[in-house]
């Protein structure tokens, strides 16, 4: 993806702390909280890397390192908010199936974290209802 916008710095998000596949944290920038058709929670997170950079200028060649802005998908259950984060500006995608699902039968957490001492996040709301941020 892009660095931002039309090529500009990229956006401005709190940060998480995410949990890699391979066990690895590491903090990220928040860009968007996802419900997936499935009921799932899904988290758009920024995190900067390092890429390769080929330049040439005046027959000189050079090869060097820059930041590169990196977006990815994660579960929700694989992100834990860090203290002191605002998260309240952090814009809401979620499927039309789930705003349906809320008016017939609601689907339960399931998976890692779940069940009854299931410590709620700030991204965990009231049953869904049509909201203005759908689509955003």
Not at 71 to 90: K, N
């Amino acid at each position: 993806m892009e660095n931002g916008r039309n090529g500009s710095a990229p956006e401005m998000g709190p940060l998480v702390s995410v949990r890699l596949p391979d066990g690895q944290s590491v903090r990220a920038m928040v860009l968007r909280r996802i419900r997936d058709a499935d009921g799932s929670w899904w988290c758009q997170l920024n995190v900067t890397l390092w890429t390769r950079v080929e330049t040439h200028h005046r027959s000189v060649d050079r090869i060097a390192g820059e930041p590169a802005p990196t977006v990815f998908l994660a579960p929700a259950t694989a992100v834990t908010p860090i203290e002191g984060q605002d998260y309240t500006s952090v814009p809401i995608w979620r499927h039309p199936a789930t705003l349906r699902r809320g008016r017939r039968n609601q689907l339960t957490h399931s998976g890692p974290g779940s069940g009854p001492n299931r410590k709620p996040l700030p991204w965990d709301d009231a049953p869904p209802t049509p909201d203005t941020d759908f689509g955003a």
